[in-house]
């Protein structure tokens, strides 16, 4: 007997198995959904149905031609330019709002040691906006000359003076065409009697140096002071160890950025860029060469000993050449067991005359020499194994030795390499406050650059960190404000990379579309299969559940499908049962039915009596 399952158990299993299948089909629809809206708020791509076997090419084209059209973007929330105000104390401050270079002195100076026509300090500046500014009314100083020499200068409020409060130097740069070759690095100029705006060139003495500079693919962040020797009266220049940071993008980007430089009374210093430190370190310890020299030197006129034996190893005077040792045996010998290929042409040379070329007309032999036709590969080599005299290769030679020489053994006289004594250094000075630099009355900006349009703003000099900071907030701050309100959003982004890109919009689609599509497909194409209601329907034979059992099921499984299958067992006994009790009942009605036809059929006792009569008569 074939088994059936239970109906009323795999019916609602059943039901129970869609409900959960096209539950996770409207959720996938769902984000799918979700995620178009993101990459476009009014792009429908979800029902467009993508070949993936189509050519590129078609791709853009159906692409393009379902593109949609442009929203416009909502308004960018607008910065309003405030000009910054110091909160403190400070030494010098300039954000050029007013629109001249009142307070700056042009220099009027020469290079020395250079070709009159480039050794003019003639680079032109000027006071403007950023060429794409996204904060009307900002201004700035910018260089706006190529291939010049540029000098310009302003005094400060006050001298400042080294003594008991940190140095803080702070300005603003922004490359608007990036930079080929140049500086962008300010200069504190020293207080001294010689001091003359006016003259202001590279010879000027200062006092620190501190920005950035850039030429070919050497990115530098420049903080350099002059220290002055206590003995000599000289001044030596102190180049700060490089910063770690890759500082390139500060020069690429054609972005503002905020340069710092923190300088503090216990010697210690912090470079920061946009408000973050990309260096650090300590005057006495974290600068080339460094501020104090060494207590002792080696002595000058110290000399090596003639008897001073620096080697370390020696050859082997004991050492004696084997008698068997062959120093002239060459390194390679022919091969013996070589044998010269079949078909090899002895009398054939690698290269002919070109049977097609000829003596150009101009060709002068008087002058030019006999004309000789240009040599070529023999075509009848090419089918050979080879032309010419043949000769056997070569091969190492098994008995090669080469130059004999000693071994080397350790040297007993080794005394180590020499140096010279040590002495006291002569010029020894200990300073242990470089903090306590020359005072300087006036910063500038001198400066070389094959590259046009450096924007300058915000410059500031003060002791305040605070202070500092709020003029950075207050200006810088707000540039980079206005830049973010500006920038569109990733989906802007993306957008406008398709404009340039139309194959994008492919990448897009398939990114977005296809996983609906995929997920459309899983959910609503599946084979339906047929339900126990409809076998039981048509009493169709069933296949055997244990037959249908995948491989691999766990127990768990297996004990649940023996309870279905002895429920199913126990349901059809049922049913056989009230089918048999069905056929007793019907069977029993039949009989009746039979005997009342039957009754019906014999004659009434009053029917016999009046046949009976009749007979008789």
């Not at 010998?333 to 150009?360: M, N, Q, R, S, T």
Request: hydrophobic share 30%; net charge negative.
């Amino acid at each position: 007997m074939v088994k059936k399952p239970a109906v009323l158990p795999l019916i609602s299993k059943g039901f129970q198995t869609m409900e959960l299948k096209w539950l996770l089909c409207v959720t996938l629809l769902i984000l799918g959904l979700v995620d178009v809206h993101t990459h476009d708020g009014e792009d429908d791509h979800g029902g467009d149905v993508i070949d993936i076997e189509d050519d590129l090419e078609d791709g853009v084209e159906e692409v393009e031609e379902s593109k949609p059209e442009a929203s416009s973007p909502p308004p960018s929330p607008k910065v309003t330019y405030k000009p910054a105000v110091p909160t403190g104390e400070v030494y010098f401050v300039e954000n050029f709002d007013k629109g001249t270079l009142e307070g700056w002195v042009l220099s009027k100076a020469k290079k020395d040691d250079t070709d009159d026509e480039i050794a003019k300090y003639d680079g032109k500046w000027e006071v403007l906006e950023m060429k794409d500014t996204k904060l009307p009314g900002d201004k700035g100083l910018v260089l706006m000359s190529r291939a010049k020499h540029h000098a310009i200068s302003a005094k400060l409020t006050k001298p400042f003076i080294f003594d008991t409060k940190p140095l803080i130097v702070q300005y603003e740069v922004n490359f608007q065409n990036g930079i080929e070759c140049g500086g962008a690095y300010v200069k504190l100029l020293s207080k001294t009697t010689e001091l003359n705006l006016d003259q202001f060139h590279d010879k000027t003495a200062y006092t620190i140096m501190f920005g950035p500079d850039k030429c070919g693919e050497d990115y530098k962040l420049h903080f350099i002071f002059r220290h002055k020797n206590p003995k000599t009266g000289k001044y030596e220049e102190k180049h700060a160890k490089r910063p770690d940071a890759d500082l390139k993008t500060y020069f690429t980007d054609k972005k503002t950025h905020l340069y710092t430089l923190v300088l503090n009374p216990d010697n210690s210093f912090e470079i920061l860029v946009d408000q973050t430190v990309v260096n650090s370190g300590n005057l006495l310890n974290d600068v080339t060469p460094a501020v104090n020299p060494p207590r002792e030197i080696e002595d000058p006129d110290d000399q090596k000993p003639e008897d001073w034996d620096e080697r370390p190893k020696i050859p082997d005077p004991d050492a004696v050449k084997p008698e068997d040792w062959d120093e002239d045996a060459p390194a390679k010998i022919p091969d013996d067991d070589a044998v010269k290929p079949e078909g090899w042409l002895d009398d054939e040379p690698e290269y002919v005359a070109d049977p097609d070329a000829e003596k150009p007309e101009d060709w002068d032999e008087d002058m030019d020499g006999e004309w000789e036709a240009p040599q070529i590969a023999n075509p009848k080599c090419e089918s050979a194994p080879g032309c010419g005299t043949w000769q056997r290769p070569m091969i190492d030679n098994p008995n090669y030795k080469g130059k004999w020489k000693p071994p080397m053994i350790d040297n007993p006289n080794y005394q180590g390499i020499w140096k010279p004594r040590k002495i006291p250094n002569p010029d020894f000075f200990e300073d242990l406050e470089p903090f306590r630099m020359t005072p300087f009355t006036a910063v500038g900006l001198e400066l070389w650059s094959m590259t046009s349009d450096i924007f300058f703003d915000n410059f500031i000099i003060c002791s305040d960190q605070v202070v500092a900071e709020d003029w950075a907030n207050d200006g810088w701050g707000l540039k980079k404000a206005a830049d973010g309100a500006a920038e569109p959003g990733v989906v802007g982004q993306m957008m406008a990379a398709a404009e340039e890109r139309p194959w994008l919009w492919v990448v897009y689609i398939l990114t977005v579309a296809l996983p609906v599509f995929l997920v459309v497909l899983f959910c609503c194409s599946g084979k339906k299969q047929p339900n126990a209601a409809e076998y039981k329907k048509t009493d169709a034979p069933q296949p055997d559940v244990n037959e249908e059992k995948e491989e691999g099921k766990d127990k768990a499984d297996e004990e649940e499908e023996e309870e279905e299958e002895e429920e199913a067992e126990s349901n059809e006994d049922k049913l056989e049962e009230k089918q048999k009790s069905d056929a007793d009942v019907g069977s029993a009605s039949q009989e009746e039915e039979e005997d009342e036809e039957e009754e019906d059929g014999k004659p009434t006792s009053e029917e016999e009596e009046s046949m009976n009569r009749l007979k008789k008569s």
